[in-house]
């Protein structure tokens, strides 16, 4: 079983940046996949940003140029900094990462962290 701690949310005003944190613990041999999702009021999860063992990144249109994704493989944590925060950018947003034990892979969630983004 494996355990996502996000941290960093908050309130900010438009234009503004936030530093998200999520730290992976519990039973597993390695960490694949890390990524960002989030989730406004009424709408669906949607996808943010990924970020692979090796540092290869990939982002949401929505986001891209604004939020870097980065990871600490040695403390198991990703992070998610972002800039230029726009009203549009207020949700829950979600930590996942696919996490491996011995040959069984699976996909973890955190609990959320709000980030609320006023105009």
């Known amino acids: 079983q494996v355990q996502l701690v996000e941290s960093g949310g908050g309130l900010v005003q438009a234009g503004g940046s936030l530093r998200l944190s999520c730290a992976a613990s519990g039973s597993f041999s390695s960490i694949n996949t890390m990524a960002w999702y989030r989730q406004a009021p009424g709408k669906q999860r949607e996808f943010g940003a990924r970020?692979?063992?090796?540092?290869?990144?990939n982002y949401a249109d929505s986001v891209k140029g604004r939020f870097t994704i980065s990871r600490d493989n040695a403390k198991n944590t990703v992070y998610l900094q972002m800039n230029s925060l726009k009203p549009e950018d207020t949700a829950v947003y979600y930590c996942s990462c696919n996490a491996q034990l011995w040959d069984i892979a699976r996909n973890y969630w955190g609990q959320g962290t709000q980030v609320t983004v006023s105009s």
């Open positions: 970020i692979t063992t090796s540092g290869s990144t």
